[in-house]
């Protein structure tokens, strides 16, 4: 693996190793609660009948920990389950295809969005393995791409978690939650169907290991093409937004065959209403991401204003506010723009940041390297 230590919480290469290190952050933690005279955290422990007590931490604030880090930039949260909703036979599983193949290499996804390398597992619901072997080769990949699992009847949760605590995969593809998880006695608009995928997040966040799982939709009221998509599109009870870190919409734009639409809605790592468009290839299954929605960037053209916002404060080496680092850019930015990146940045651990006495509008901060 290429990557092991994103800040506050490593990446390991065990499950042993990941035990390990809770142990020994436990203590320290023990350690510095004895120091303070507070009340010593209940410790985890086996009760007679084999299930385990509650445990009682005190909560701490998110200074130290709490980082947001992506796998695939913008998209992909390391440990977040994204749910990516669409129509059956709009490209989803070739879009997919594609961002394991970046994945797996540490390249760009959608010639835009950078990826941390790293070993993916995909569970193939959805498709036959002919017709999977029939996109790669379209696609002109050969060669060992990911592990893959084509499942024929329901997913297995107590398998699926053996495949987390085996600790060699940091991207885990479910496709699709319709055939994989459903079943004769828990379709999808049952609250059981919901219940899984709770489970299934608490699985991935507690491993650190990032997910995604595909969806279809509802069928529009008025049987016409979709021009956009909403949460009330995807095919279920509106619960099933609340049990993932983040939902996706895919769509083809209407009478544009390889045109399409990736559009965020919500709820904790992107940005709600983010909208993607993307031109496909049906020649050989490729996809470029071209436009964004209004007041964004492009994601090589964030990153570029990420890095002159980075490289300013650092030049700067005290703590500066948006309008000032706004008007201080070369190209001048607009000081909105600015401050929005410069939260994104704070919640990922790349600057720090102090609060500035205001007596009215929103809360105001200033910024300085981390």
């Known amino acids: 693996m290429d990557f092991r230590d994103f800040g506050a919480v490593p990446i390991f290469d065990t499950k042993e190793q990941e035990l ?59 440990g ?25 290499k540490g390249g760009l996804f959608m010639n835009q969005l950078s990826t941390k390398k790293a070993k993916v597992l ?61 079943s004769d006695n828990c379709e999808v608009i049952d609250t059981g169907f919901t219940r899984k995928l709770y489970k299934i997040g608490r699985m991935f966040a507690k491993a650190k290991v990032s997910g995604i799982i595909t969806t279809h939709l509802n069928q529009p009221i008025d049987k016409k093409e979709r021009q956009t998509i909403t949460a009330h599109d995807v095919a279920g009870l509106s619960t099933i937004g609340n049990a993932i870190s983040d939902l996706w919409g895919l769509v083809r734009v209407p009478q ?17 209403n983010t909208l993607w468009e993307i031109d496909g290839n049906q020649e050989d299954y490729s996809f470029d991401l071209v436009k964004v929605g209004v007041n964004d960037l492009l994601p090589t053209e964030r990153k570029k204003l990420r890095d002159r916002i980075f490289d300013y404060l650092k030049k700067a080496g005290c703590y500066c506010h948006p309008r000032s680092i706004a008007a201080g850019l070369s190209p001048i930015s607009e000081e909105e723009t600015v401050r929005r990146y410069l939260s994104d940045m704070y919640s990922e651990g790349l600057v720090k940041r102090k609060k500035v006495n205001v007596d009215i509008g929103r809360p105001k901060y200033e910024y300085a390297i981390e």
């Open 80 to 104: 977040a389950v994204v749910l990516l909703a669409a129509e059956k036979g709009a490209g989803k599983t070739a879009l997919l295809l594609r961002l394991i193949e970046a994945v797996c």
């Open 20 to 78: 390990e290190w809770q142990r020994q952050e436990e203590e320290k933690l023990l350690a510095e609660e004895r120091k303070l005279g507070r009340p010593l955290t209940t410790p985890l422990h086996e009760l007679p009948n084999g299930k385990k007590s509650i445990q009682i931490k005190t909560l701490r604030g998110g200074d130290l920990v709490g980082k947001r880090i992506w796998l695939v930039d913008q998209f992909v949260a390391l």
């Open 256 to 272: 544009k065959q390889d045109i399409f639409r990736l559009i965020c809605l919500g709820k904790r790592n992107c940005t709600i």
């Open 122 to 182: 995909l569970i193939q619901c959805d498709e036959p393995e002919e017709d999977t072997y029939s996109k790669l080769r379209r696609m002109g990949l050969s060669g060992e791409i990911c592990d893959v699992v084509w499942l024929e009847e329901t997913l297995d949760l107590k398998w699926l978690q053996k495949q987390i605590d085996k600790g060699i995969y940091f991207l885990i593809i479910l496709d699709s939650a319709t055939k994989g998880l459903a």
